[in-house]
């Protein structure tokens, strides 16, 4: 035991541990929640909280009355737990009333239960003592306390009738307890009343007799009594008293010493009472924790139960999702597996996830080898016209958040050999819009057809000239010579003016019409290896490759002559155009985005 710990609270601890081991599964010790508050001095060396057994060294008055009524074992299970008030345990314990009312109607409810025992003992021994006295007592006599008993208990057969009808719960249990009180007591004063008996006879043995019963009455009142002691106080002061008072005023010797044996008795059952009422209310304190105990446990097991059943729900759930994924994820590896294309997927940070039997025969790469290596190790593009490597087309395509991508070139295999491919990627975003990889797909083309493609996707279709991109790779070539070779270049930007009369005239053909003889018009004042494109509606560049300023001054003051001179006729209209130049030599530290321009 610890310090400063009483049994009862040890009691408690061990019951909440039995508790808890029925939440995890344990059951519980054949002995149950209900195993009554006894200290290690009455009991044995077998005892049930220990070893199982029910060797208890109880005192006789009572002993197996408190067990039998005072007590109630835990269930093993909590589909038992919560019975009825009515079979001695208590299924509403927790409740906000306090503990000691629920004590108390526990007590009503046993003293009310051993009423029957009780009235009928009663009867019995008194028609047994009418029937001993009439040969000493007046008849008349003997059949009018014998009446009286029965009056007395017919009344409290009736009240016990009430207390076990329907509105038992509408009156108070300390009334009940009151009314049951007054009837003990009524009774005990019929019992005290066997003095009339006494003093109406002569028979010494008849004297003993009545003493004997009086005495038995009080004795066994305890055992029936003590779950409410002012009921047993005052049916035992009103049974033995009066008698052990007539007995100590006659003059025989021994009869005084009767009544002061009665006495004597009255204190001992009234001690043993009252020892036998605070166990009762230790028993049904403890009951009613036991009770508040295993409601927690039902709710707790039943709480447990739901989350058991909402976790097999949502394993089940979740094992349904695993299998269409898994077949989902089988039905679109087997798709890219049976197209003619190349496939390539990749995380955020271009690495690769998978590549399909096409894209492993294209590249020379197995998809147990290419797991998880950069793209740009196994998808690795050739400059044609330089002969150098070209970066990841798909990193920028996921660094910058372009929507998809498109080119065509040489692909490095593994084995350094080379093939014409052309390619498109895209990136892979989640259901909630967040990049998660891309996609790369690519297939080999032949050689005129990678031609025809490289020039497709690095011209003009309507003027035939160079476009942005195509542009932007001839700057950046010459921009590389600049600062290894040290060549002088000019880039010369143009943009037409007047174009609004000629658009609001609503023939777009127009327009188109006029970019074509512009294009013409220019090219006929550069050299064929000069580089001349068109990289906006109105706006064309000429890259001058190993030109000077002023051989490049020269071949603006022709442009510029020419353009002065240049009408525009259209539909029987004729338009006067303008032009804007601009000049930039280039030099090693020269922006290629601020020349290509907006």
Not at 294 to 301: D, G, L, R
Request: glycine share 8%; hydrophobic share 45%; proline share 4%.
């Amino acid at each position: 035991m610890r310090a400063g710990e009483s049994l009862l609270d040890r009691d408690r601890r061990n019951r909440l541990k039995l508790c808890i081991g029925v939440l995890e599964g344990r059951s519980a010790p054949s002995g149950g929640m209900g195993t009554p508050p006894v200290s290690k001095s009455p009991c044995t060396a077998r005892c049930p909280r220990c070893h199982g057994e029910r060797d208890f060294r109880w005192p006789w008055t009572g002993g197996a009355f408190i067990w039998a009524m005072g007590m109630t074992s835990a269930p093993e299970s909590p589909q038992h737990l919560g019975r009825d008030t009515a079979s001695g345990t208590f299924a509403g314990a927790v409740d906000t009333r306090d503990r000691d009312e629920q004590i108390l109607e526990e007590r009503v409810r046993l003293l009310y239960e051993q009423a029957p025992m009780g009235i009928l003992s009663t009867l019995v021994v008194a028609g047994i003592t009418a029937y001993v006295q009439l040969g000493a007592a007046p008849t008349a006599l003997v059949a009018g306390w014998f009446l009286g008993h029965l009056v007395l208990n017919a009344l409290r057969l009736a009240l016990l009738n009430t207390y076990k009808g329907r509105r038992r719960a509408a009156v108070p249990a300390r009334r009940w307890a009151l009314w049951y009180t007054l009837g003990s007591g009524l009774s005990g004063l019929a019992w005290g009343c066997s003095v009339l008996l006494l003093a109406h006879s002569d028979s010494v043995s008849h004297h003993y007799f009545v003493a004997f019963v009086v005495g038995g009455m009080a004795s066994g009142a305890v055992a029936i009594l003590s779950a409410v002691f002012a009921a047993y106080l005052a049916f035992a002061v009103l049974t033995l008293l009066p008698v052990a008072v007539w007995f100590m005023l006659q003059g025989n010797n021994l009869y005084p010493l009767v009544g002061v044996l009665g006495v004597f008795l009255l204190g001992v059952m009234s001690f043993t009472a009252k020892r036998l009422h605070d166990n009762v209310g230790r028993s049904l304190d403890l009951s009613a924790a036991n009770a508040e105990l295993a409601k927690t446990v039902s709710v707790a097991w039943d709480e447990a139960i739901k989350i058991n059943r909402e976790l097999e729900h949502e394993i089940a759930a979740r094992r349904r999702i695993e299998s269409w994924l898994k077949e989902e994820k089988d039905r679109a590896q087997i798709t890219l597996q049976s197209i003619g294309d190349a496939v390539i997927t990749t995380d955020v940070h271009c690495r690769i996830d998978y590549l399909n039997p096409v894209a492993a025969d294209l590249t020379g790469w197995p998809l147990g080898d290419s797991h998880g290596r950069p793209l740009e190790e196994v998808f690795r593009l050739r400059d044609e016209p330089r002969g150098l490597e070209r970066g990841d087309p798909v990193r920028h395509c996921l660094s910058e958040a372009v929507t998809h991508g498109f080119g065509d070139g040489k692909l490095l295999r593994r084995d350094n050999s080379n093939l014409h491919v052309q390619y498109s990627w895209a990136p892979i975003r989640d259901r909630n819009g967040e990049l998660s990889g891309s996609v790369l797909v690519f297939r080999a083309i032949t050689e005129p057809r990678a031609d025809e493609l490289s020039f497709e996707a690095s011209h003009d279709p309507l003027t035939g000239l160079m476009n942005r991109p195509g542009m932007e790779h001839r700057l950046d070539h010459a921009l590389e010579t600049v600062l290894t070779d040290k060549l002088e270049h000019v880039l010369i930007s143009l943009t037409l003016a007047g174009l609004e009369p000629i658009e609001a005239s609503g023939a777009e053909e127009a327009v188109e019409e006029l970019l074509r003889q512009f294009s013409h018009l220019l090219q006929r004042h550069v050299r064929d290896a000069d580089a001349v494109g068109r990289v906006d509606e109105g706006r064309f560049l000429v890259l001058l490759e190993s030109c000077s300023l002023q051989s490049a001054l020269s071949i603006v003051d022709r442009v510029r002559r020419d353009v002065d001179d240049f009408r525009f006729s259209w539909v029987e209209q004729t338009f006067e155009v303008g032009l804007d130049v601009e000049m930039h030599p280039l030099v090693p530290d020269s922006d290629l985005d601020a020349l290509l321009g907006p």
